[in-house]
């Protein structure tokens, strides 16, 4: 019997686990320049959790969760980092807060949603959290971050949209303009928004039914719903990426389909690559109620989260690096100790080293040294040992010479010089 994998959960390949670590580690170096420090929370927690934190009507908890059933217990796998981040928050010890807290975390998400591509049920997110920062300059400075990430990774055409989802206030009254603009085009509706016009109308904004979309033209705007203090503050974040030169464009009709956004929302997108024409690569905002709602105390929260498999279907192929690969093919036992000696010493100068251990014949090393890339092949054979000299190949220049035993681990690092990658 065959085991494949379980539909809508995803095998990366070495190739494609390189392109994700890139990703990482520029996610990485970007917010710990800003500060952020990283948390790593269980991919499962109490089911309850997100009821509470991402919204009984969210279509997350509705129709997306993978549920753990246990006799006492009810779990869940996480289907996105913030509420687990909010968790650990409130359960540390007053004293250990700091003023304005920064995290990030980088990991597996679950979704029970139709598998397509660059959407998985398990999927891998990073995000950031900042806690007890309200004001706008944080809000602008994440985006002006993020927008800077998506153009070092080679991201072409990307756009930053925003808007105000306002205070609590605001986000009533809108949803109650909002619940009687589309009360009176019920017959154009999908059977989706018909379920959401009583209990979130906003999602019908988010929604990608062609109904939906129709229906959504002339609907009312949340920033005409905003109080003076919510202008304001959307007025200093607009200021501020002005400020940066982070170009941007206002998006009335961008919303968040989580329940616990309040203020600030954002997305950036793509053009580029094999997700198609404006495409989502990460979103997020401000969720000033959260901590409160959970439990903990008024803490003003801003967050993202950014969705690696989309990233790399928005990324261009990775331009042809040199190999850091230096490759040992030994003939014969003797030679195939001396190999791991002499492969050892390389490692430990910082380079990356394979020995052929295999009793083949030397074509077949070289082929497979070749198929590997390798920047160096070094041949060790009886006749070499009994010379106390290697065959050092320098592959990509097609030369070779021979290097005495005592010279070779400082030949071959200084043949790697302004080769190696990070």
Not at 78 to 106: C, D, F, H, L, N
Not at 144 to 159: A, F, K, Q, S, W
Not at 168 to 180: D, F, N, P, T
Not at 303 to 327: D, W
Request: net charge negative; hydrophobic share 40%.
């Amino acid at each position: 019997m065959k085991y494949r994998a379980v539909k809508g959960m995803n095998d990366i390949l070495p190739e494609e686990a390189e392109r994700f670590a890139l990703v990482e580690r520029t996610f990485r170096a970007t917010v710990e320049r800003l500060g952020f420090r990283e948390l790593r929370t269980p991919i499962v927690e109490e089911l309850g959790l997100f009821h509470k934190s991402t919204g009984e009507t969210s279509e997350v908890v509705q129709k997306q969760m993978f549920l753990l059933d246990r006799e006492r217990e009810k779990l869940a796998l996480r289907p996105e980092g913030t509420p687990s981040a909010a968790r650990v928050y409130i359960g540390q010890s007053q004293w250990a807060k700091e003023p304005i807290t920064k995290w990030y975390y980088i990991g597996p998400m679950f979704r029970a949603e139709q598998p397509q591509r660059g959407r998985y049920r398990q999927f891998h997110q990073a995000g950031c959290e900042l806690y007890g920062d309200p004001g706008p300059l944080a809000d602008a400075e994440m985006m002006h971050m993020l927008y800077r990430m998506t153009v070092e990774l080679g991201l072409v055409g990307t756009t930053l949209e925003l808007n105000s989802l306002g205070g609590s206030e605001a986000r009533v009254e809108y949803r109650q303009r909002l619940k009687a603009f589309f009360s009176a085009k019920l017959e154009t509706l999908s059977p989706h928004a018909i379920e959401r016009l009583e209990d979130n109308p906003l999602r019908i904004l988010d929604s990608k039914d062609p109904r939906d979309i129709a229906a959504s033209e002339g609907a009312p705007i949340l920033l005409d719903c905003l109080s003076e203090e919510d202008k304001t503050h959307f007025g200093e974040v607009c200021a501020a990426l002005d400020e940066l030169g982070t170009p941007y464009r206002v998006n009335p009709r961008l919303v968040r389909g989580l329940d616990y956004y309040t203020r600030t929302c954002f997305e950036i997108s793509a053009q580029t690559g094999e997700i198609g024409s404006q495409n989502a690569i990460l979103g997020g905002g401000r969720y000033d109620n959260m901590i409160a709602a959970l439990g903990g105390e008024n803490v003003p929260a801003i967050g993202f989260a950014m969705g690696l498999e989309r990233i790399l279907l928005a990324m261009p192929e990775a331009k042809t690096q040199s190999s850091s690969l230096c490759f040992f093919a030994p003939l014969g036992a003797r030679a195939g100790r001396a190999a791991l000696k002499l492969a050892d010493q390389l490692r430990t100068q910082g380079l990356t080293v394979e020995v052929d251990g295999r009793d083949t014949s030397l074509k077949a090393k070289l082929r497979r040294a070749n198929s590997l890339a390798a920047h160096v092949a070094v041949v060790l054979g009886e006749t070499e040992l009994d010379a106390g000299q290697a065959q050092l190949k320098l592959l990509a220049e097609h030369a070779q010479k021979d290097v005495p035993l005592s010279e070779l681990v400082e030949t071959v690092v200084r043949a790697f010089e302004g080769v190696r990658t990070p």
